[in-house]
């Protein structure tokens, strides 16, 4: 942009503020792992107990977080 005057006679143009405007921008979603320890507990040896572990997923099977979940469905 040229800060002549338009009239021609030479002179720069004075500054009397700036204009402000506002965009909205979108990052694309990224991606990460999460690893997760769920630690396993077994019944002691004259039990007949079974091996207890704390489930480490919403839906069993699944590499989906509940946040990754509720993107999808929003």
Excluded: W
Aim: charged share 20%; glycine share 8%.
């Amino acid at each position: 942009m040229t800060r002549a005057c338009p009239c021609g006679c030479g002179k720069p143009m004075v500054n009397i503020g700036e204009g402000h405007t506002e965009r909205l921008d979108i990052t694309p979603a990224s991606f990460r792992v999460i690893v997760t320890n769920c630690p396993k507990y077994a019944p002691h040896k004259n039990c007949d107990g079974k091996i207890a572990q704390a489930p480490a997923h919403l839906i069993e099977g699944a590499l989906s977080t509940e946040a990754l979940i509720a993107h999808i469905l929003v």
